[in-house]
């Protein structure tokens, strides 16, 4: 089994900045590619910014030059540095981890999510 354990939410003003950490634990050969979502009220899932292993980064638009995703692989944990917060950044935030699993096995793995609320 692959656990992903998320923490960093609050409550911040806007202009502030806040620090989401996701840590795996479990049976990990490696973690592939990790991502960390978000989802507002009455709103669909969205991508937010994932890493690769190897360190290449994409982000979705609206968080670009604001947010940056970083991994630390030697213990497992991935990071989302988020600067300059908006009230429309508003949500619960997700870490998502493809990994390989010590038998070999491809996982999808999500945390429990953590949330974030910026007050105008």
């Known amino acids: 089994q692959v656990q992903l354990v998320e923490s960093g939410g609050g409550l911040v003003q806007a202009g502030g900045s806040l620090r989401l950490s996701c840590a795996a634990s479990g049976s990990i050969s490696r973690i592939n590619v990790m991502g960390w979502y978000r989802q507002a009220p009455g709103k669909q899932r969205e991508l937010v910014a994932r890493i690769t292993s190897g360190g290449s980064t994409d982000y979705t638009d609206s968080v670009k030059g604001r947010f940056t995703i970083s991994r630390d692989n030697a213990k497992n944990t991935g990071y989302l540095q988020m600067s300059n917060l908006k009230p429309e950044d508003t949500a619960v935030y997700y870490c998502?981890?493809?990994?390989?699993?010590?038998?070999?096995?491809?996982?999808?793995?999500w945390g429990q999510g953590t949330l974030v609320t910026v007050s105008s």
């Open positions: 998502n981890a493809m990994a390989t699993s010590l038998q070999g096995r491809k996982l999808a793995v």
